[in-house]
């Protein structure tokens, strides 16, 4: 990647159905002073966009949504001042603030961010910010302090982790229907989903590590358990398969963090999972899944949601019967070759068009 080091736009971002790249890159985009507008597609126009209405207007950006919604027209240049944020929606807008802030910022800074969310996330944010040479400092994930530095050229390599999102569907199916060995995954990481691996060893998946392979064996005994995933709610498609196999009640925490993903997760789930003979209620902000009764043969809709479509494919590999997905395709949003690696483990997967 060779950069300017400043922003150029035709005027026009579209984000696809990525909320992290809507939430994120806005805040970078408007570095710039040219006029840009942002839109997307699919579920993605159905997002709420109320933070930029509430803080880019503070940072000397003209805004304007459509009525809290995409497409959102924005104008800068986005100067940095202290503000207070909100942080329980979404960590990813204060991703974008801190990215642009460092960037930015001629003087000492704070960003105080009231109920941050997703905590993982942003130490991964604040690692990369590290590396590429900015000054961001943390105290208690409510008060960030960026201090300006000096922009320079230099040539920077970086390797990119695996995904701990994307893999936590294949070690679920792992402790599922029978052994996977996965490389390449670092069991260090920042990123929250890395969490998967103490849900699965606290329901009795016999999992082993050796450097940066992991092996998760069947045990066909695995146990219910309770997980708090409000700072990682991606996984709780993967989770609620896992539980569906799980002798007993599980709880998963967190549920109010699924509102805003492509589908609403909670009651998506609870939907499909039904259809499957597993009976998931819905407590203030608890889900509650009543696992060991097994996978019936069903057909789904997928939502249109990538995570919701895996979930499924990954809870039919134990089913007495075949699971027919529909809008399946969605898992070309995060992970296109979802399909093929489940045949590559063994699993019977027929895809058609109907």
């Known amino acids: 990647v060779n950069s300017p080091g400043e922003i150029k736009s035709n005027g026009n ?77 979404s960590s990813q807008y204060l991703t974008g603030l801190l990215f642009a802030f460092a960037k930015a910022a001629t003087e000492p800074v704070i960003i105080t961010v009231n109920n941050l969310k997703s905590k993982p996330y942003i130490d991964l944010s604040l690692q990369m910010l590290e590396y590429f040479g900015y000054n961001v400092r943390n105290e208690g994930y409510s008060k960030f302090y960026i201090e300006p530095v000096e922009q320079r050229e230099r040539k920077i390599i970086y390797c990119t982790e695996a995904d701990w999102s994307a893999a936590a569907f294949l070690l679920v199916a792992g402790a599922i229907a029978g052994d996977i060995r996965l490389k390449g995954l670092d069991i260090y990481s920042t990123q929250a989903d890395r969490v998967i691996m103490d849900v699965l060893v606290d329901s009795g998946a016999n999992i082993t590590v050796d450097g940066t392979c992991i092996l998760v064996n069947n045990t066909h005994t695995l146990k219910p358990f309770e997980f708090d995933a409000t700072d990682c709610p991606d996984l709780f498609p993967p989770l609620v398969a896992l539980a569906a196999y799980c002798n007993g009640v599980s709880i998963i925490k967190g549920i109010s963090r699924l509102a805003g993903k492509e589908s609403n997760r909670a009651e998506t789930l609870k939907d499909v999972f039904g259809k499957m003979g597993i009976e998931i209620l819905l407590k203030e902000d608890e889900m509650i899944i009543q696992g060991g009764t097994g996978v019936q043969p069903a057909d789904v809709s997928s939502h249109h949601d990538h995570r919701i479509a895996m979930a499924c494919a990954v809870a039919a590999l134990g089913a007495s019967g075949t699971i027919m997905i529909s809008n399946a395709e969605a898992v070309n949003k995060s992970y296109p070759a979802f399909y093929d690696h489940l045949q590559m483990l063994g699993a019977s997967v027929s895809l058609t068009n109907q």
């Open 13 to 89: 971002i579209d984000c696809g159905e990525s909320g992290l790249s809507l939430r994120m890159f806005a805040a970078i985009a408007v570095l710039s002073s040219n006029a840009i507008t942002l839109n997307g597609g699919g579920s993605l126009v159905k997002r709420p966009v109320h933070f930029f209405d509430e803080i880019f207007p503070l940072l000397n950006v003209h805004v304007k949504t459509t009525d809290g919604f995409l497409p959102v027209s924005l104008q800068g240049p986005l100067i940095p001042v202290n503000i207070s944020i909100d942080g329980s929606m």
